[in-house]
Nanobody, 116 residues
Framework: QVQLVESGGGLVQPGGSLRLSCAASAIFSINAMGWYRQAPGKQRELAATITTDGSTNYADSVKGRFTISRDNAKSTVYLQMNSLKPEDTAVYYC???????????WGQGTQVTVSS
């Protein structure tokens, strides 16, 4: 009914960049989309969200370094991550809400590791 498929994670050195992508498929239109992350031993936390009209929200820890965007025609959301730090290491999860459907929908997660 709803599927979110992430790609783009990997290993990068501090100061480097990565771009995550998440393609959504659903029987109804996609509302808000976003990226959350979960580091080992920590709770899942918001990284960035974006509405259908392009309004964005960022966690303070990523402001100025991460940029979220979306292509509504492709039902895809992106997260451009620059100036990566070791503390950005986490599993990153794509999130979406769907018109007419209750609840939250999640991707399978993609690992981002920032290490020298």
């Amino acid at each position: 009914q709803v599927q979110l498929v992430e790609s783009g994670g990997g290993l990068v050195q501090p100061g480097g960049s990565l771009r995550l992508s998440c393609a959504a498929s659903a029987i109804f239109s996609i509302n808000a989309m976003g990226w959350y992350r979960q580091a080992p031993g920590k709770q899942r936390e918001l990284a960035a969200t974006i509405t259908t009209d392009g309004s964005t929200n960022y966690a303070d820890s990523v402001k100025g370094r991460f940029t979220i965007s979306r292509d509504n025609a492709k039902s895809t959301v992106y997260l451009q991550m620059n100036s990566l730090k070791p503390e950005d290491t986490a599993v990153y999860y794509c999130h979406a809400t769907i018109r007419y459907l209750s609840g939250n929908y999640w991707g399978q997660g993609t690992q981002v590791t920032v290490s020298s």
